[in-house]
């Protein structure tokens, strides 16, 4: 009789460890009841296979659909700010970026390094931001695998469903930052630590660890997942007598894990220590009364939002802005300038 792997399965509260071990033990799984004898025909078979293919044509109609909808548009509006931040980081040398990394903008550093390789290949607002859209696309897979690995074929095809139309993800995989990325990579480190608490091994390990890492240095929200991760199973906890050694063995590997990715992002902290909150500083610091004045008009600007969205308009100011940093942009590039500067905004890009 095979058993469960018990080198990871944490020291859970029972009937935490009861939930979580449906969703992480292979074993574990809802079968139907068995059909009598005479009621098998030879058409199983060719049944099972018919509804593999439809499955399988449903997904890779769904990403079809998923790529159609965050390439339409795609280079109808013009570039804001941030993107031509974005642009104009990829296009530095190599002592510029490092320096403008440590000194001014480390977050989004993984993107920027995937980008300017980009920019090799195409230079208009449509190939640039199709980076992001591959990003984008990619994350349908992922999903996909995380899904049926926590439940079945049918909640991950739902889970794609979901996320191929889902008006955020399409928003901003239509821009030149990072937040595609980010959520490809988060998604993969969650789907790893699935995998690995489910099947140790060594690749699945060294998935998640280098898909954290990645993740972080893609966005620095991506602490926040990690931080969340050991959360979960360090205090979530409990000893049980049975698996007491293995689940201090595995606690101890995850334990391992998280030391390696927080040195490998330790430039990071050291960076978000060194800056404090100087790149966020413009965000207004939230309190009880702004919540009160917020909550009233949170619905009326997700309408606008969405409205926005299907239509694609935008305002005069942002459009001029946008086109004055892009042509800006050019025209310093152009010209051998290592920067310029946006009179519209105010500000270098």
Same mark, same amino acid.
């Given at each position: 009789?095979?058993?469960?792997?018990?080198?990871?399965?944490?020291?859970?509260?029972?009937?935490?460890?009861?939930?979580?071990? +449906?969703?992480?033990?292979?074993?574990?799984?809802?079968?139907?009841?068995?059909?009598?004898?005479?009621?098998?025909?030879?058409?199983?078979? +060719?049944?099972?296979?018919?509804?593999?293919?439809?499955?399988?044509?449903?997904?890779?109609?769904?990403?079809?659909?998923?790529?159609?909808?965050?390439?339409?548009?795609? =280079?109808?509006?013009?570039?804001?700010?941030?993107?031509?931040?974005?642009?104009?980081?990829?296009?530095?040398?190599?002592?510029?970026?490092?320096?403008?990394?440590?000194?001014? !903008?480390?977050?989004?550093?993984?993107? #920027?390094?995937?980008?300017?390789?980009?920019?090799?290949?195409?230079?208009?607002?449509?190939?640039?931001?199709?980076? =992001?859209?591959?990003?984008?696309?990619?994350?349908?897979?992922?999903?996909?695998?995380?899904?049926?690995?926590?439940?079945?074929?049918?909640?991950?095809?739902?889970?794609?469903?979901?996320?191929?139309?889902?008006?955020?993800?399409?928003?901003?995989?239509? !821009? %030149?930052?990072?937040?595609?990325?980010?959520?490809?990579?988060?998604?993969?480190? =969650?789907?790893?630590?699935? %995998?690995?608490?489910?099947?140790?091994?060594?690749?699945?390990?060294?998935?998640?660890?280098?898909?954290?890492?990645?993740?972080?240095?893609?966005?620095?929200?991506?602490?926040?997942?990690?931080?969340?991760?050991?959360?979960?199973?360090?205090?979530?906890?409990?000893?049980?007598?049975?698996?007491? !050694?293995?689940?201090?063995?595995? #606690?101890?590997?995850?334990?391992?894990?998280?030391?390696?990715?927080?040195?490998?992002?330790?430039?990071?902290?050291?960076?978000? %220590?060194?800056?404090?909150?100087?790149?966020?500083?413009?965000?207004?610091?939230?309190?009880?009364?702004?919540?009160?004045?917020?909550?009233?008009?949170?619905?009326?600007?997700?309408?606008?939002?969405?409205?926005?969205?299907?239509?694609?308009?935008?305002?005069?100011?942002?459009?001029?802005?946008?086109?004055?940093?892009?042509?800006?942009?050019?025209?310093?590039?152009?010209?051998?300038?290592?920067?310029?500067?946006?009179?519209?905004?105010?500000?270098?890009?």
């Amino acid at each position: 009789m095979h058993r469960p792997p018990a080198a990871l399965p944490c020291k859970l509260a029972p009937d935490l460890h009861r939930t979580i071990r +449906k969703f992480t033990d292979p074993t574990h799984k809802m079968l139907p009841p068995a059909a009598p004898v005479n009621e098998r025909t030879s058409d199983s078979p +060719k049944q099972a296979n018919a509804h593999r293919a439809v499955h399988w044509i449903t997904l890779l109609l769904l990403l079809a659909f998923g790529i159609a909808l965050r390439l339409a548009n795609l =280079s109808r509006k013009p570039f804001w700010s941030d993107e031509c931040f974005s642009v104009e980081i990829a296009w530095l040398d190599w002592r510029n970026f490092l320096h403008v990394m440590w000194w001014r !903008e480390a977050n989004m550093s993984l993107y #920027y390094v995937l980008l300017s390789a980009w920019l090799h290949f195409g230079h208009n607002e449509f190939f640039i931001r199709s980076l =992001s859209v591959l990003m984008a696309v990619a994350t349908l897979p992922a999903i996909y695998w995380v899904a049926r690995m926590l439940y079945d074929r049918r909640v991950a095809l739902i889970t794609c469903v979901l996320f191929a139309f889902n008006a955020y993800s399409v928003r901003y995989a239509q !821009e %030149a930052r990072s937040y595609s990325l980010f959520l490809l990579l988060a998604t993969l480190s =969650s789907g790893f630590l699935i %995998a690995w608490v489910r099947q140790p091994s060594r690749r699945t390990q060294i998935g998640y660890i280098l898909a954290s890492i990645l993740a972080v240095y893609a966005h620095f929200y991506a602490l926040l997942l990690v931080a969340a991760q050991w959360v979960v199973f360090r205090w979530l906890g409990s000893p049980g007598s049975r698996t007491r !050694e293995a689940n201090r063995d595995g #606690y101890a590997q995850l334990h391992r894990a998280w030391i390696t990715i927080g040195l490998a992002v330790l430039p990071l902290l050291v960076f978000v %220590a060194k800056t404090g909150a100087g790149p966020i500083r413009w965000v207004p610091r939230p309190g009880l009364t702004m919540s009160w004045s917020s909550s009233s008009t949170w619905q009326a600007a997700i309408t606008e939002r969405s409205q926005e969205f299907i239509r694609l308009p935008v305002s005069p100011p942002l459009r001029h802005c946008g086109s004055n940093c892009w042509h800006a942009i050019r025209v310093g590039r152009l010209g051998g300038a290592s920067s310029c500067y946006c009179g519209s905004c105010s500000q270098f890009c």
